[in-house]
């Protein structure tokens, strides 16, 4: 085989092979970018390869799939990512929380609906964790419209779908952001510190700049301190404070309180509704949810549109 014949064959080999990965690229559109994505459901399926994570899936989905399906959002870390969306009746909300997130994650997520999208609710949950930090972990920070043609994240997205299609792997993300948990109990006292409650003011300010861009399209805005198991916190102080500090920098809204309102006391002290010291489990999340579909109808229903009109 002549050297010219060779390079030519070589050409159309590597040709051929990104011209097949474009078509399923294009045919799966994992990110829903590459077509029309209104009346999809599109979740990740995520397996943990080095440097993807669901926070690439959500910065991507927010391009176009968020905006077309979805009118209401949830904003939080992993202590909201189990919440169940489809129970708050009357809105079509997409959870935004990823794991172990901080706000400038969220925000960074959120920065990428389009110009027109319009929102009716967003639901924020604030916890001393979110704003614990600004750094951007799992490749957030580098991420482009390229991923929706190639990368590593898309190639773990294709792989992951294809397993979870034939049933290989269980399905644990949906189509409306949110995550279910491994059902692991860890209801061990922990020595948290009182570091845990320090407010990074980059974080802090990105959250404040998240919820102006959320108001700029139209939703109203909702602050939900999300339940911990207080045996293992003891004194609820510290929270209480940190949430005060946070409120006193973001625009005013109504706030639900799990950790304070007296209704919610027997909750976190159940140990039936958690799975750690901060997440609930299933259990849990429903009871959280189902509050949050009443708490949203109050706020909302009176005569003259309620107090989120």
């Not at 590593?152 to 397993?163: D, F, G, P, R, Y």
């Not at 399209?217 to 207080?230: L, N």
């Not at 006391?265 to 259990?283: G, L």
Request: aromatic letters at 10%; charged letters at 20%; glycine letters at 6%.
């Amino acid at each position: 085989m002549t050297s010219r014949r060779w390079l030519t064959l070589t050409a159309l080999t590597i040709a051929g092979i990104v011209s097949i990965h474009l078509l399923v690229a294009y045919e799966l559109d994992v990110y829903g970018i590459l077509r029309n994505p209104a009346g999809r459901e599109l979740a990740t399926s995520i397996i943990y390869a080095p440097m993807t994570d669901d926070r690439v899936f959500k910065y991507m989905a927010n391009r176009r799939y968020v905006s077309a399906n979805f009118d209401s959002l949830i904003i939080g870390s992993s202590s909201s990512e189990n919440w169940y969306p489809e129970f708050i009746h009357g809105y079509h909300f997409y959870d935004e929380a990823v794991i172990g997130g901080k706000a400038s994650e969220e925000k960074i997520i959120t920065d990428q609906l389009p110009p027109d999208a319009h929102l009716r609710i967003a639901i924020c949950a604030l916890s001393p964790y979110i704003v614990a930090g600004h750094e951007l972990r799992h490749g957030l920070g580098d991420v482009s419209r390229r991923e929706a043609y190639g990368s590593i994240n898309l190639l773990s997205e294709e792989i992951a779908k294809v397993m979870t299609i034939l049933h290989l792997r269980p399905k644990m993300y949906f189509a409306d952001g949110s995550h279910r948990f491994p059902e692991k109990k860890h209801l061990d006292r922990e020595d948290l510190g009182p570091s845990y409650y320090d407010i990074d003011p980059k974080a802090m300010a990105d959250y404040r700049a998240l919820v102006l861009n959320l108001q700029a399209h139209g939703a109203k805005i909702i602050y939900v301190a999300p339940p911990v198991y207080q045996p293992l916190f003891g004194d609820l102080s510290p929270i209480h404070h940190s949430l005060e500090l946070m409120l006193a920098e973001l625009p005013p809204g109504p706030i639900i309180d799990f950790n304070s309102e007296p209704e919610f006391a027997d909750f976190i002290r159940d140990p039936n509704n958690f799975t750690d010291d901060v997440h609930v489990n299933d259990f849990g999340a429903e009871r959280v949810s189902r509050t949050l579909d009443q708490r949203l109808h109050i706020l909302t229903a009176s005569a003259n549109g309620g107090l989120l009109h």
